[in-house]
């Protein structure tokens, strides 16, 4: 009986490390592209940990370059003894910042056909290159048919010299979804561009976008599908950026825009959803502090997915809020779920001991 238990026992721990894949814990620049190379060719699901701290890039840019089609998932904020990524201790992105240095792009992901490529955790800052300078996600030959998850990420003084993605460019992936992110002082023709021809589903929901510049153009969030898939934007805040903080340049197809607060589009939107605002956001102010204020008019003034809906969910009700802000807290801690990337803080309620 010993021996038959201590054969499943054996036997559960090898399907469990064989469900998690490859796990890889980054400890500087070198670590982190070494584990990017042999992620995309050693035929399993991968997970890439980076520690916190600062990681400059190599020449040309932290590179995954994949023809296999498993997950892949890089987060930023582990810590451990001995130099190990044993636990997250990283509750805001500023905690791991990946650094082109002005001079490259940050991180260009290429999947292979299928698998889920996820990002959280990070910030990308000083990229520069024609199309997601920040972070881009994209095939340049093929159609990629995973999904894409970009969570609780900051894009800051990244520059696009070209097209369009001064932060972020996205033009892979069946479903993409882009939630609980921040993206400012990023230069360039759109400081998001999420564009492709073959997606089925995006969601762009609790996302920041403020301050980004460009002399000619647009600087704020661009979604532009050949196909026109279905798109949601939900609970963003697209303010005081250069141009338009939304532009659609192609025919709408269908889209639903719910309770966001947008400074300037070039489309109606009150005609094209419910709850929406075009209001200043009243952030607390100071250094890279986009908390809401006390007196936010966007506190407890966003929307989240029904909880009960229809077999097979509806595009519109098939979302989710995440579980964190941008900041590590919960992401619903009033008695509703604010707009942007951040929960306001709760007030503070004081007391004497002299109350009645």
Known sequence: MNQLIIALMITLVVLSSAARGAVFCANDTAELQQSLATAAANGEDDEIRIRRGSYFVPVGGFQYDSSESFDLEISGGWGGQLNSCNFNEGT??????????????????????????????????????????????????????GDVLVERTVFVGNTALGPSGGALGISAGDQVRVRN??????????????????SSEVYFTNNTVVG????????????????????????????????????FPDPLGTLFLL????????????????????????????VMNYDLAAASPLKNAGVEPPTITSI????????????????????????AIDIGAYEAKPELVFSNGFEN
């Open 259 to 286: 309770n966001n607060n947008i400074e300037e589009a070039n489309i109606d939107v009150g005609a094209l959803g419910t709850g929406n605002v075009s209001v200043d956001p009243q952030f607390e102010g100071g």
């Open 92 to 145: 805001h992105p500023f905690q791991t910042t990946l650094d082109g240095g002005s001079s490259e792009r940050v991180l260009y992901v290429q999947p292979g056909l299928d698998g889920r490529v996820t990002v959280s955790n990070l910030l990308f800052a000083n990229g520069t290159k024609s199309f997601g300078a920040g972070l881009a996600i994209a095939r340049d030959t093929g159609v990629y048919e």
């Open 181 to 198: 992110n921040l993206f400012t002082a990023n230069d360039g023709l759109h400081a998001v561009s999420l564009i492709n021809t073959d």
């Open 212 to 247: 980004n510049t460009n002399v000619t153009g647009d600087a704020g969030v661009r979604i532009s599908y050949v196909f026109r898939p279905p798109r949601l934007l939900a609970n963003n805040i697209l303010w005081g950026n250069d141009g338009m903080d939304l532009s």
């Open 312 to 335: 097979p969910t509806p595009f519109e009700d098939n979302w989710s809020v995440g579980l964190l802000d941008l900041a590590g807290a919960d992401r619903i801690r009033g008695t």
